[in-house]
Antibody, heavy 124, light 110 residues
Framework: EVQLLESGGGLVQPGGSLRLSCTAS????????MTWVRQAPGKGLEWVSA????????YYADSVKGRFTISRANSKNTLYLQMNSLRDEDTAVYYC?????????????????WGQGTTVTVSS | QSVLTQPPSASGTPGQRVTISCSGS????????VYWYQQLPGTAPKLLIY???QRPSGVPDRFSGSKSGTSASLAISGLRSEDEADYYC???????????FGGGTKLTVL
């Protein structure tokens, strides 16, 4: 069974940093692109970032570009999201998701299985 | 304001057929596959439709997707109370080099 488990969320002050992790199991992690999506309280889904299976291709939403960094450790079946210079508007539940396709470019990385999410609260 | 446009709400009675629309542009829906997600209250989103009209295993055939030009739609037939949820469309956007979501449609089963 494919499973994704996010961790690392918490309360952080504006301007602070946080690193989220997503541990995967039940599939060959290294051949699937992975994505981070967030959902602010009471709001809709917002795509944040995505990375290819090999880690050589990354994409970011304009809202986080230059502040967030996506990475992965295939030997550990783990995806990361390093979040710096956090703002109030980054407060959200952050989900990681596996892509539907094994390879290909970003346009094929639709989100398949999702984790349960981890909550990030940015507040002073 | 979301790049993809969905009606904020939809409703139907048990057994009825309802459709949810998703409107975009040539840089997203017009040139990419459309995906649909269901989010039950307090849970993570679940993939309902991928590649415009494909259902993952385990998704009932009551759910169907279609795409025409720069618009897409999700149809739910034989509406059931457990279908009450938020539904989101998504697509890759060539101009943004990223994925975009619709604002979501809250489906109420009357």
């Amino acid at each position: 069974e494919v499973q994704l488990l996010e961790s690392g969320g918490g309360l952080v002050q504006p301007g602070g940093s946080l690193r989220l992790s997503c541990t995967a199991s039940g599939f060959t992690f290294s051949i699937y692109a992975m994505t981070w999506v967030r959902q602010a309280p009471g709001k809709g889904l917002e795509w944040v970032s995505a990375m290819s299976g090999t880690g050589d291709i990354t994409y970011y939403a304009d809202s986080v570009k230059g502040r967030f960094t996506i990475s992965r450790a295939n030997s550990k079946n783990t995806l990361y999201l390093q979040m710096n210079s956090l703002r109030d508007e980054d407060t959200a539940v952050y989900y990681c998701a596996k892509s539907t396709e094994k390879y290909g470019s970003g346009r094929l990385w639709g989100m398949d299985v999702w984790g349960q999410g981890t909550t990030v609260t940015v507040s002073s | 304001q979301s790049v993809l446009t969905q009606p904020p709400s939809a409703s139907g009675t048990p057994g009825q057929r309802v459709t949810i629309s998703c409107s975009g542009s040539s840089s997203n829906i017009g040139s990419s596959y459309v995906y649909w997600y269901q989010q039950l209250p307090g849970t993570a989103p679940k993939l309902l439709i991928y590649r415009n009209n494909q259902r993952p295993s385990g998704v009932p055939d009551r759910f169907s997707g279609s795409k025409s030009g720069t618009s897409a739609s999700l149809a739910i037939s034989g509406l059931r109370s457990e279908d009450e949820a938020d539904y989101y469309c998504a697509a890759w956007d060539d101009s943004l080099s990223g994925w975009v979501f619709g604002g979501g449609t809250k489906l109420t089963v009357l």
